[in-house]
């Protein structure tokens, strides 16, 4: 997944680090050269920019990203002006992050698709969740525990739970399944997994991924 980070803030740079650790061909972007230096190690390329400023907005190209995330927030107007910049530039789908509610609602006013706040904890779901296909949602409980929702893997589905032996070969736990807006908990041996299925799955984070490979 290519992405787009506008911002390296403690929430931009903890986002853009992970997202790239997890895979993600990441490009960071700060107005500050000193944010930019710091994060330019970690990802695919960092560069100096005001993305107020829309020339230098359409310089990259934002339509060429697969996920763009606007995380600048202690400057509410610079904020603001690139989300509408982005909007201008027709760009379908933009992540923002938001420091207050006001500010929450503004972005969601001019466009913002989804609004996101500065915690750690929501970079590392939002790093997961956008550089993994299939990954629909992701928690990490303990260090070496997550909870995940992924797509059942092609050669699962039609089979039930015992036959399908996901158990034993990914050493991971399906404790529910999203099925039809419900949530079927602690599903039975028996249980058939169809292929609109969510599967909610407990695991060691590499045990995880194995399954939404």
């Known amino acids: 997944m290519k992405i787009l980070v506008i911002g390296l803030g403690r929430f931009g740079k903890s986002f ?16 500050d050269e000193k944010l930019v230096e710091e994060v330019e190690p970690f990802v695919a390329d960092a560069k100096i920019l005001d993305a107020t400023d829309m020339g230098a907005l ?7 990203f697969d996920h763009i995330v606007v995380s600048i927030g202690e400057n509410l107007t610079a904020s603001i002006l690139t989300v509408v910049n982005l909007k201008e530039l027709g760009i379908e789908h933009i992540i923002a992050k938001a420091n207050s509610e006001i500010h929450a609602k503004v972005l969601e006013r001019i466009g913002a698709d989804e609004i996101i706040y500065p915690e750690d904890e929501s970079a590392d ?4 969740k956008l550089t993994h296909k ?3 949602e992701y ?7 997550s909870v995940a929702e992924v797509e059942p893997p092609a050669d ?5 739970l015992r036959d399908s032996r996901i158990r034993n070969r990914y050493n991971v736990y399906v404790i529910a399944i999203r ?8 599903p039975g041996p028996d249980e058939v997994i169809h ?19």
Not at 139 to 145: A, G, K, S, V, Y
Not at 195 to 210: A, Y
Request: glycine share 10%; no cysteine; charged share 35%.
């Open 195 to 213: 292929e609109d299925d969510t599967l909610v799955i407990m695991g060691k984070p590499g045990d995880v991924e194995k399954v939404r490979r």
């Open 156 to 160: 699962v589905i039609g089979k039930s």
């Open 125 to 128: 779901r939002l790093a997961m």
């Open 16 to 31: 853009a680090i992970k997202a790239a650790r997890y895979g993600g061909e990441v490009v960071a972007v700060d107005i």
């Open 139 to 145: 928690f990490e409980i303990f260090r070496d525990l």
């Open 58 to 64: 359409k310089e990259l190209d934002p339509a060429s």
């Open 134 to 136: 299939g990954m629909l």
């Open 179 to 186: 099925r039809n807006g419900e949530l079927l908990t602690l």
